[in-house]
Antibody
């Protein structure tokens, strides 16, 4: 059974930093690209970041470029999101999601339950 | 960015009803269109990919159609477990994948 379990969410002040983690199990982690997708309270879904199976391609939505960095450790079956210089508009539930392809097709077939990031003074 | 617009934003229906919702893309996206179901407090689940292909384990009462800019998700006979919010999403672009704002299906 595919499982994705996020952690690391917290309440942080504007300008602060957080590192989110996603532990994957039930599939061969390094066969798939992975993503972070977020959902602000009561709002819709926003794609945030992509990393291909081999780290060859990393990409982020424009609003977080220069502040967020996605990474992965295939030896630990883990995905990460380093979030710096956080803004109030980054407040959201952050989901880890698996792509159907190793190169990143933009179709998300499995999702974790999310970890909540709240940016507030 | 490709903008995705869903309609209606919400609808009320009864168990057994046939339900249809639409999604429109701001430019042609071929069949690079996915549908997700999200229940309150839960993560989204993939229902339909490539506009009309059913994801593994999804009941056959769900179907998708369309290509280019206009797409439809149909539930042939609404079941109690189908009350949820449905999101469309384009996978046409190389990045900056975007979602519609959602259609909430409520009990009549």
């Amino acid at each position: 059974e595919v499982q994705l379990v996020e952690s690391g969410g917290a309440v942080v002040q504007p300008g602060g930093s957080l590192r989110l983690s996603c532990a994957a199990s039930g599939f061969t982690f390094d066969d798939y690209a992975m993503h972070w997708v977020r959902q602000a309270p009561g709002k819709g879904l926003e794609w945030v970041s992509l990393i291909t199976w081999d780290d060859d391609r990393l990409d982020h939505v424009d609003s977080v470029k220069g502040r967020f960095t996605i990474s992965r450790d295939n030896s630990k079956n883990s995905l990460y999101l380093q979030m710096n210089n956080l803004r109030t508009e980054d407040t959201a539930l952050y989901y880890c999601a698996r792509d159907v392809a190793s190169s990143g097709s933009g179709t998300f077939d499995y999702w974790g339950q999310g970890t909540l990031v709240t940016v507030s003074s | 960015d490709i903008q995705m617009t869903q309609s209606p934003s919400s609808l009320s229906a009864s168990v057994g009803d046939r339900v249809t919702m639409t999604c429109r893309a701001s430019q042609r996206i071929g069949d690079y269109l996915n549908w997700y179901q999200q229940k309150p407090g839960k993560a989204p689940n993939l229902l339909i990919y490539s506009a009309s292909s059913l994801h593994s384990g999804v009941p056959s009462r769900f179907s998708g159609s369309g290509s280019g800019t206009d797409f439809t998700l149909t539930i042939s006979s609404l079941q109690p477990e189908d009350f949820a919010t449905y999101f469309c999403q384009q996978s046409f672009s190389n990045s900056e994948w975007t979602f519609g704002q959602g259609t909430k299906v409520e009990i009549k």
